[in-house]
């Protein structure tokens, strides 16, 4: 992960405003010893989606689509509590903001293209499977009697 405070990078031009990001902190569960007990080092971010100006009205929509099961109130939260430093957890959590963004305002992927099978290559699969069938046909228990 590397060095992100500054603007947060969506996908191109197109970044978040950290005036419109909201930080909570808190104690975070986990490994610290006696430091975990005294420091705010969970960091909850929070970006209103619904009412933000920062991303273009088509992303804004796609966004609001795909994250629907995760807004509340057009707020979307990311939490990190992984790391001791309350800096770093900051790190992650915007750019696990940004990432989750970035997929949910990607263009929705081109349709599939139905393509039609050569003949060439259904007449060999079909000769393969005559052979087949011989073959196992040959290993048949005969009648002796």
């Given at each position: 992960?590397?060095?992100?405070?500054g603007?947060?990078?969506?996908?191109?031009?197109?970044s978040?405003?950290?005036?419109?990001?909201?930080?909570?902190?808190?104690?975070?569960?986990?490994?610290?010893?006696?430091h975990?007990?005294?420091?705010?080092?969970?960091?909850?971010?929070?970006?209103?989606?619904?009412?933000?100006?920062?991303?273009?009205e088509v992303?804004k929509?796609?966004?609001?689509?795909r994250?629907?099961?995760?807004?509340?109130?057009?707020?979307?939260?990311?939490?990190?509590?992984?790391?001791?430093?309350?800096?770093r957890?900051?790190?992650?959590?915007?750019?696990?903001?940004?990432?989750l963004?970035a997929?949910?305002t990607?263009?929705?992927?081109?349709?599939?293209?139905?393509?039609?099978?050569?003949?060439?290559?259904?007449?060999?699969?079909?000769?393969?499977?005559?052979?087949?069938?011989?073959?196992?046909r040959?290993?048949?228990?005969?009648?002796?009697?």
């Amino acid at each position: 992960m590397g060095h992100m405070s500054g603007p947060y990078v969506i996908r191109g031009s197109v970044s978040l405003p950290e005036a419109e990001l909201m930080w909570r902190f808190s104690r975070s569960s986990g490994p610290g010893g006696q430091h975990v007990n005294t420091s705010d080092s969970q960091v909850e971010l929070r970006f209103d989606l619904a009412a933000t100006e920062a991303l273009p009205e088509v992303w804004k929509a796609r966004a609001l689509e795909r994250l629907a099961s995760r807004l509340v109130n057009g707020v979307v939260t990311v939490r990190a509590s992984e790391h001791r430093s309350q800096w770093r957890n900051r790190e992650t959590a915007a750019v696990r903001l940004t990432a989750l963004l970035a997929e949910a305002t990607a263009p929705p992927p081109k349709p599939r293209r139905a393509t039609k099978i050569p003949r060439g290559i259904n007449e060999r699969r079909l000769r393969e499977k005559k052979q087949r069938a011989e073959t196992k046909r040959g290993r048949q228990a005969r009648d002796w009697s």
